[in-house]
T-cell receptor
Framework: AQKVTQAQTEISVVEKEDVTLDCVYE???????LFWYKQPPSGELVFLIR??????QNEISGRYSWNFQKSTSSFNFTITASQVVDSAVYFC????????????FGTGTRLKVLA | DAGVIQSPRHEVTEMGQEVTLRCKPI?????LFWYRQTMMRGLELLIY????????DSGMPEDRFSAKMPNASFSTLKIQPSEPRDSAVYFC??????????FGSGTQLSVL
């Protein structure tokens, strides 16, 4: 079975602090895809990143960076110098053959960035 | 491209009534997903279509829920009869196969 665990339910940080959101996944597939989505207070779901299981390179996009480690089945997301606009719920998701390629989402981490 | 279009944006109904939620995926996307979001259960996948064929409906809560995709440009999720515990935000999403999901704006359903 496929599973995504986001153990951090809610995190509060002060603006300009760095914050890491954890994502641990379970799958028996060798080929799979991992995703992060952001859901701001307005409610829409915004795509942040897609990573396939064969690409373990870390990725940086502005203040955002992602650390993919197959050895620990983790795909963590770090926001550097957080801003109030980063306040949102962040979801990690997994898709692969053993899950019939449906997208399984974690329960989300609510990030509050305080001014 | 207009994105994934869901209607209605808000639906308020009384227990026992039939509710139909509608979704128009992005043209060319061959996968369509219906999700339900609640505070208690997060984002739950209800059903997933590929090339208009239901692939996985294991998340459909019970027989009161049904979904159809009669063609590549339209899908419906129906609840009959509706119950207060069905109150949630229902999202439709589409994607090219195994690419990122494009979500609609969601339908906020309230069953009184």
């Amino acid at each position: 079975a496929q599973k995504v665990t986001q153990a951090q339910t809610e995190i509060s940080v002060v603006e300009k602090e760095d914050v890491t959101l954890d994502c641990v996944y379970e799958t028996r597939d060798t080929t799979y895809y991992l995703f992060w989505y952001k859901q701001p207070p307005s409610g829409e779901l915004v795509f942040l990143i897609r990573r396939n299981s064969f690409d373990e390179q870390n990725e940086i996009s502005g203040r955002y960076s992602w650390n993919f480690q197959k050895s620990t089945s983790s795909f963590n997301f770090t926001i550097t110098a957080s801003q109030v606009v980063d306040s949102a719920v962040y979801f990690c998701a997994l898709s692969g053959l053993s899950g019939t390629y449906k997208y399984i989402f974690g329960t989300g981490t609510r990030l509050k960035v305080l001014a | 491209d207009a994105g994934v279009i869901q209607s209605p944006r808000h639906e308020v109904t009384e227990m026992g009534q039939e509710v139909t939620l509608r979704c128009k995926p992005i043209s060319g996307h061959n996968s369509l997903f219906w999700y339900r979001q609640t505070m208690m259960r997060g984002l739950e996948l209800l059903i997933y279509f590929n090339n208009n064929v239901p692939i996985d409906d294991s998340g459909m809560p019970e027989d009161r829920f049904s979904a159809k995709m009669p063609n590549a440009s339209f899908s419906t999720l129906k609840i009959q009869p509706s119950e207060p515990r069905d109150s949630a935000v229902y999202f439709c999403a589409s994607s090219p196969f195994q690419e990122k999901l494009f979500f609609g704006s969601g339908t906020q359903l309230s069953v009184l």
